[in-house]
């Protein structure tokens, strides 16, 4: 429970200043439990396992769950948090016919990356994360496919696993002609982290 509460307040924390003014309560409905029939989408294990959709003011996002200890999805080398929108969250701004739930996600595909596939995303997490060097530790490699009700807009999540838990993300729009590489940290690395940007601000 700690953990999904954690998760609401991270959501909360990614509301545009101006909205933040008039939105101080919780996000109603934020785990989806009272979404109308068919609009959440199935997350296939084992990825459901790293993942949870979320119901947000916005629409639809995809974050980390966790349990025990706090996991989040940073941007690559800093402390900026990110999370998977469904669609842009300004459709909502001024309509009065959609809801949150009309900003979501239309279906998911996941699978275990091996041979040539596990080859080209290991290529793929070189240039995310602009190096030569594959970490001893990394293991296995899941793609994540996410299509929205937005247009079909497709998205690719690539998640490189430590052990038997993300530590990496590379997310690609538009067959990867664009994307943004994700460090997955949680407990003690998450913390270190969030100290060592706050120094360099100051």
């Known amino acids: 429970m700690r953990g999904i509460i954690f998760t609401c307040l991270f959501v909360l924390s990614l509301v545009p200043p101006a909205a933040a003014q008039t939105e101080t309560d919780p996000d109603p409905d934020i785990l989806c439990e009272n979404a109308p029939p068919g609009t959440v989408a199935e997350i296939p294990p084992p990825v459901a396992e790293w993942i949870i959709l979320l119901c947000t003011r916005r629409g639809q996002t995809l974050a980390a769950r966790f349990g025990d200890e706090v996991e989040m999805w940073l941007e690559r080398g800093t402390a900026i948090p990110f999370q ?3 669609a842009p969250a300004n459709l909502l701004e001024g309509s009065s016919t959609l809801t949150k739930y009309d900003l979501r996600f239309d279906r998911f595909a996941a699978r275990l ?4 596939h596990r080859d080209f995303l290991l290529d ?3 240039n995310a994360y602009e190096t030569d060097e594959i970490p001893s530790d990394l ?4 793609q994540l496919d996410t299509v929205s009700v937005y247009r079909g807009d497709v998205a690719n999540m690539f998640i490189y ?12 729009r ?10 997955v940290l949680r407990g003690a690395e998450l913390e270190a982290r969030v100290v060592e940007q706050e120094r360099l601000r100051q």
């Open 84 to 86: 998977l929108a469904a």
């Open 113 to 116: 990356a091996t041979d040539v």
């Open 124 to 126: 793929l997490w070189r």
């Open 139 to 142: 293991g296995d490699v899941f």
């Open 161 to 172: 696993l430590r052990g038997d838990a993300p530590r990496w993300i590379v997310v690609c």
């Open 174 to 183: 538009d067959q990867c002609r664009s994307g943004i590489a994700l460090d």
